[in-house]
């Protein structure tokens, strides 16, 4: 299947500090990258999507100032924290779907492994 | 409102034995529904995908079952392994829409 890598998988920052995490696609071009967030023991809220070279489209309730995505490329979006704080201390998971492979439409998503932002 | 619940909320079992994990969706209109594996601290791996005319649907040990009549869905194990630990996350996807609908996980425990 097809491969997302996500990095860093645990990043420790201050208090203050902005944070990115970058999301790319392995194997395969990504037209439309998702990124989620999680809390523990629940399940994935989608935060926001991205298009490649486009806005991205946030969820009702996401800052778009906090979290501010870049889908530069159709194999890399980021997505950085800007000034974080404690709550902002999650699980944050990207996804990737996949546009055309050979003429056929693809609407599957991959996830990444995932990174932990840790605030103190 | 489209929504997936799933039963049970947790799960504990002893290694070696089987179980079933269920996901009821509204969903409308349906697309597909996936059955993932997260394991703590990592990001979902997809164990199977089914469309509308699919009703079942098998990953080695892992067994997924559609029922479109109904909106609902299980996930059979058998042969449970100590490596089975983790969260199965029901997922639906909407017809036409690029957001994805999840279920808020199934919490499995293998026990030797």
């Known amino acids: 299947g097809a491969v997302v890598s996500q990095h860093p998988s645990r990043v420790i920052c201050k208090s203050g500090t902005s944070v990115k995490i970058e999301c790319r696609s392995l194997?395969?071009?990504?037209?439309?990258m998702f990124w989620y967030r999680q809390f523990p023991k629940q399940s994935l809220m989608l935060m926001a999507t991205s298009n490649e070279g486009s806005k991205a489209t946030y969820e009702q309730g996401v800052e778009k100032d906090k979290f501010l995505i870049n889908h530069a490329s159709l194999t890399l979006s980021t997505l950085t924290v800007t000034s974080a704080h404690p709550e902002d201390s999650s699980f944050y998971i990207c996804?990737?779907?996949?546009?055309?492979?050979?003429?056929?439409?693809?609407?599957?998503?991959?996830f990444g492994a995932g990174t932990r932002l840790s605030v103190l | 409102k489209n929504q997936v619940e799933q039963s049970p909320q947790s799960l504990i079992i002893l290694e070696g034995k089987n179980c079933t994990l269920q996901?009821?969706?509204?969903?409308?209109?349906?697309?597909?529904l996936r059955w993932y594996k997260q394991d703590t601290g990592r990001g979902p791996v997809s164990l199977t995908i089914?469309?509308?005319?699919?009703n079942t649907k098998s990953n080695g040990r892992y067994t997924a079952t559609l029922d479109a009549d109904t909106k609902q869905s299980s996930l059979h194990i058998t042969a449970s392994q100590l490596s089975d630990s983790a969260s199965y996350i029901c997922v639906v996807s909407v017809q036409g829409a690029q957001k994805l609908v999840f279920g808020q996980g199934t919490r499995l425990t293998i026990n030797p």
């Open positions: 194997d395969f071009q990504a037209t439309t």
């Open positions: 996901c009821n969706y509204t969903v409308s209109p349906f697309s597909n």
């Open positions: 996804s990737a779907k996949q546009g055309l492979a050979g003429g056929v439409a693809k609407n599957i998503q991959y």
């Open positions: 089914m469309t509308f005319s699919e």
